[in-house]
């Protein structure tokens, strides 16, 4: 008991000792340890140790257990590290020295960086000293090389002095050709003294030599006849001297082609423009005229301006045909001194010009200038504008045609593009049209065709107003196809789109007014009227012209439908070449044409309807048998409306054109195969007799009247002539088809029929001619018969 109270007391001094030392563990080593690790280490604690004091005699060997771990640990981390692949040490020793050799190489770089910067603060003088002699350098060149300029100019100055004076012409035009080139060069200098100086004495010397041999050429163009103002009445003696002024001809030509270039570059710099030219609208530039022409231009220039400008009699503002005429009249009459004199010489000058286009253009200088002039003045009279633009076209028109001048270069017809002349054209012509429709629908012979007397020209039978107002619309576009703009072109098919559309409407007021009597001539007149502007229309929308205004719509997108007034749809369906530009005015003139055809059929109707009383009452059910009569007649109660469907027929063959009778009397067809199923044999029954009296009528007499206009008239009367068909079938087919028709219409699917020997009632109809009517139909009539066995 003793040695066990001992034992309890020494291991009490051991828990006590050992917690003791626990204590000064975790003080000494918890305080190294992070907030993860001491939790760690305090739970592992817990669970080897727990709170049972006995246990902690187990310490020890836990720590041995503890250290054999991390020996074992520390021998496994050893043996990886000693089998690391060698790749793994080269790359570390070799990141290992590149570090080091780069730490070398940024000391070395700052102590050079450093010694370059002493040595560029020392050098910093000598750099300043440098600059400025190399600035004062290069401002000794500069005036080296604007004194050598001045020099050559002087230069190239005395040695056309010196050749002009020795008669050297070529010399001196080389010299001033140097000059011209030496100008070009200096165009983006600075220099603008040199610059004046250099223009002023090329333009000084280019002067004398030109004037030289411009009076030289004058002196030759005198002694060979030109210009020739007017046809010669006889040809013209040659001079004695004709070999030696050839010669000099083609020597001064030829020298003045050599001046070109230079006279081009004085020309661009000094020519004005006129105050007329700078009001016109901007026409293309023209390429510089041929020099030789030019000068040969000056007598005409000087005559043209003599007649007219200022207060000769000649200048007449309401006469512009003057000065047009004169002009063609000048190219014409000096074409051929051009074509055997000046253009040999061209062409052996290797002259890319044509001497007869270079006339026009140069005439043609002048006529811009007078006509852009006149056209400003005339904006405000309405008649002198309208006859200078129609002489202004006319000349145009020669000017292309006769006189050959090039598509390419502008003629006059720029000129009317201008917006004021452009809008004022419009104005005036529309309002001209106007006025010429006025007067065309109020004239006597308005309504009636200039070619009723002519068969062969009379087709479409329009009416004189209606072909004047479509003349007048192609004499419109006569005027505006020359036009070089396509939007100007499309503005001029928009008012004439207008004009069409205000002519409809006229159309429509007068129809209003005649259509209390729809089979009245002016009616039929009018009908003809829409039919024959209808057709025009739908001619034109297929001309290559308006197809090619219709590409140029769709080209300028937004433009054009501002101008034409085109929804997105519409240039959709332009640009797919659905549609055409016409399509609005046509649906239109359809839609009045529809209405007036429905109204004249609707007022023949009533007159047939009135005169078919008798007949739709007559007692279709009382006729005597067929095998009782001796020869089967028309009914009596027939003729009244057989004699006015024949005096309709007649009469609208005579006042309607062939398209539209061909629509009229079929439409008469399919009302009048209306009416008598539904007025007579629907409303009526019929004896065998009755039955077939009705086929008489029908098939003998009335599909005759229309036989006149084609092969099978029945085909235009399908409910006459199958309902005739039914009441005609004997007893025992129509019992039998009855019953087959019956027994179909109580099965409850069609498809009851599939695998039946008996053919259907649709089949068995067709076998007897009735396509149109319905198994349906065909059972009313059998109702109407009037005899059926056992009735």
């Known amino acids: 008991m003793a040695s066990s109270a001992g034992g309890d007391v020494g291991a009490e001094n051991l828990s006590k000792e050992s917690l003791n030392r626990v204590d000064t563990l975790d003080s000494r080593c918890f305080s190294d340890l992070s907030d993860e690790m001491r939790d760690y280490v305090v739970g592992f604690l817990d669970k080897e140790v727990g709170s049972d004091l006995k246990s902690l005699r187990n310490v020890g060997s836990l720590l041995e257990k503890l250290k054999e771990d991390n020996s074992t640990l520390e021998k496994q981390v050893f043996t990886v590290s000693s089998s690391a692949p060698p790749q793994v040490s080269a790359a570390l020793s070799a990141a290992e020295d590149a570090r080091s050799s780069l730490e070398e190489l940024l000391q070395r770089e700052k102590l050079i960086s450093t010694k370059l910067q002493q040595h560029l603060q020392g050098s910093q003088p000598w750099m300043d000293t440098l600059s400025r002699k190399l600035s004062q350098v290069e401002t000794v060149e500069r005036h080296m090389k604007y004194l050598r300029c001045l020099q050559h100019i002087e230069e190239l100055s005395a040695v056309v002095q010196q050749c002009l004076m020795t008669s050297s012409v070529w010399e001196a035009i080389r010299a001033v050709e140097s000059m011209a080139v030496m100008d070009a060069g200096l165009s983006e200098s600075k220099c603008s003294h040199l610059r004046d100086f250099l223009r002023e004495t090329l333009h000084f010397w280019h002067k004398i030599i030109k004037d030289r041999l411009a009076g030289d050429l004058e002196k030759v163009l005198t002694q060979l006849h ?23 001809l083609e020597l001064l030509v030829t020298q003045l082609l050599a001046l070109q270039t230079s006279d081009d570059l004085i020309s ?25 022409i030019k000068i040969m231009l000056q007598p005409l220039s000087k005559r043209f301006r003599y007649h007219f400008y200022g207060n000769r009699q000649t200048n007449t503002p309401g006469k512009p045909e003057w000065y047009l005429t004169q002009v063609l009249m000048w190219i014409g009459n000096n074409t051929t001194f051009l074509e055997e004199k ?39 009279d309405d008649t002198l504008f309208c006859h200078l633009v129609e002489e202004v076209l006319q000349f145009e028109k020669e000017l292309r045609s006769i006189h050959s001048y090039p598509p390419p270069l502008p003629g006059l017809l720029h000129l009317l593009l201008d917006d004021a002349v452009l809008q004022k054209w ?18 006597e012979g308005a309504w009636i065709s200039q070619y009723k007397d002519i ?21 419109i576009t006569d005027r505006y196809r020359p036009l070089p703009c396509p939007s100007a072109q499309l503005k001029f098919l928009e008012l004439q789109k207008e004009l069409v559309d205000d002519f409809r409407i006229r159309l429509t007021q007068v129809m209003k007014e005649e259509s209390r009597c729809p089979l009245s001539p002016r009616y039929c007149a009018i009908l003809n009227a829409v039919n024959y502007i209808s057709t025009i229309l739908t001619d034109w929308g297929d001309n290559v ?17 501002v101008v034409g007034g085109l929804g997105m749809m519409e240039m959709g369906r332009l640009a797919s070449m659905e549609s055409s530009l016409f399509e609005g005015l046509l649906a239109l003139l359809d839609r009045l044409r529809g209405d007036m055809m429905g109204r004249l059929l609707d007022g023949i109707m009533r007159d047939i309807a009135e005169k078919a009383k008798t007949y739709c009452q007559d007692r279709w059910f009382s006729h005597p048998s067929q095998h009782d009569l001796s020869a089967m007649t028309l009914s009596s109660s027939a003729c009244p409306m057989m004699l006015c469907i024949r005096d309709s027929l007649l009469n609208l063959h005579q006042v309607l054109s062939l398209s539209l009778f061909q629509l009229a009397w079929q439409g008469l067809a399919e009302r009048l195969d209306s009416f008598l199923y539904q007025e007579v044999v629907l409303s009526n029954h019929f004896s065998d007799g009755g039955a077939a009296q009705l086929q008489f009528d029908m098939t003998r007499n009335l599909f005759p009247l229309f036989g006149h206009y084609c092969k099978r008239p029945e085909n235009f009367f399908k409910h006459v002539k199958e309902a005739c068909i039914i009441l005609c079938l004997n007893v025992g087919s129509a019992i039998l088809l009855r019953n087959l028709i019956k027994e179909s219409s109580s099965a409850e699917d069609t498809r009851d029929w599939t695998g039946r020997d008996d053919p259907s009632p649709q089949s068995a ?18 109702n109407l018969r009037a005899s059926w066995p056992g009735q």
């Open 342 to 380: 000046i253009q040999p010489i061209l062409d052996r000058a290797h002259a890319t010009v044509n001497a007869r286009v270079e006339l026009c253009r140069g005439l043609l200088t002048l006529v811009r200038e007078k006509v852009a002039g006149d056209a400003s003045r005339l904006l405000y």
């Open 765 to 782: 109809l067709n076998e007897l001619g009735v396509y149109y009517l319905a198994p349906c139909d065909v059972l009313i009539l059998f």
């Open 268 to 292: 661009q710099r000094t020519s004005p423009c006129s105050k007329a030219e700078a009001q016109a609208v901007a026409f293309p530039k023209d390429p510089p005229l041929c020099l030789p």
């Open 545 to 561: 012209f308006f197809l090619q205004l219709q590409q140029a719509a769709v080209a300028l997108g937004d433009e054009a439908a």
């Open 455 to 475: 068969r062969d020209m009379d087709e479409l039978k329009s009416p004189d107003c209606a072909e004047t107002f479509m003349t007048l619309l192609q004499v």
């Open 226 to 248: 030109w210009p020739i103002i007017s046809p010669p009445t006889q040809s013209l003696t040659p001079a004695a001297n004709g070999q030696e002024l050839a010669s000099q």
């Open 426 to 443: 419009l104005t005036v012509e529309k309002k001209m049209a106007l006025e010429k429709v006025d007067g065309m629908l109020s004239a």
